[in-house]
């Protein structure tokens, strides 16, 4: 089944979604991104998107960091998203890729005067890491002193620490801020069970403020009574915690095994972990009426 994105003001093939190499976010990184999943209810037959507002409002916010003014308001990329998501018609998991970026075809580096654009595509997207992950702390260290959003030319470093990671035998990095405090993944949030709270790293830490963190936090208080801590978190603590799990909009809730050859708990999934990720399985695919407002429905077109 062919797949579709919204381009220059229409919908498109995929294939067809081509810009000009002189494109000023190629050379420079001068675009906000987004990822959202929509999670496919086989029973319900509609993929539901998960705040799918929430994120468009982050990705307006990193568009003012970059001086962007796009030609539509939230809610019109909202509407365009789930036009696009009923227009692929996928009847599995799929991942939204929102982009906004400098697309005048100019180059020299700078923000100012160049125009700007909105596009997005949807393409099926299983799991982005294995069930359980070995993970390592990275030498490379989180940027410190950059507006913390979305910033494509910000996840370079990210990259070099995932692939790092791979590379000698990891599923994924953990990045260090410039202090030496536990920032995150290089594509998740972390947290930590620390005699029976969840701990994670503080804004102040310069941590990306993750849709999924935010709402992990809201689960875990609302439906088990667990508190999370915001905080400094010292590399060692990572090598006494009872549980470890990674939460992004690819990863969802991830738990992790290992870290830095040093096993985690027993190595499987923590209790505290497990339930969270049932809760949050069902919240996201739309079968918990409680958190039904989270979700966006989009159905298949014809259905």
Known sequence: MPSFAFYKNEFVPLSEANMSVMTNFIHYGTGVFEGIRGNWNAENKRSYLFCLKEHYERLHQGCQVLKMELPYSVDEMCRITVELVEKCGFEENV??????????????????????????????????????????????????????????????????????????????????????????????????????????????????????????????????????????????????????????TAANITPVSEIDNRRIGDGEIGQITEKLQNIYSDVIRGNNPKYLNWCTPAKRKGR
């Open 95 to 248: 991942y939204i890729r929102p982009l906004a970026y400098k697309s005048a075809e100019a180059l020299g580096v700078r923000l100012h005067d160049l125009e700007c654009d909105f596009t997005v595509f949807a393409f099926p997207w299983g799991p982005y890491l294995p069930d359980k992950v070995r993970c390592c702390v990275s030498s490379w260290r989180f940027p410190n002193g950059i507006p913390r959003a979305k910033l494509t030319g910000l996840y370079v470093t990210n990259a070099l620490a995932k692939t790092d990671a791979i590379e000698t035998g990891f599923d994924e990095a953990i990045m260090l801020t410039s202090d030496g405090y536990v920032a995150e993944g290089s594509g998740e949030n972390i947290f930590l069970v620390i005699n029976g709270e969840l701990v994670t790293p503080a804004s102040y830490d310069g941590i990306l403020m993750g849709i999924t963190r935010n709402k992990v936090m809201e689960l875990a208080e609302a439906e088990l009574g667990i508190k999370t801590v915001e905080r400094h978190v010292d590399r060692v603590e990572l090598y006494n915690v009872s549980e470890c799990f990674l939460t992004g």
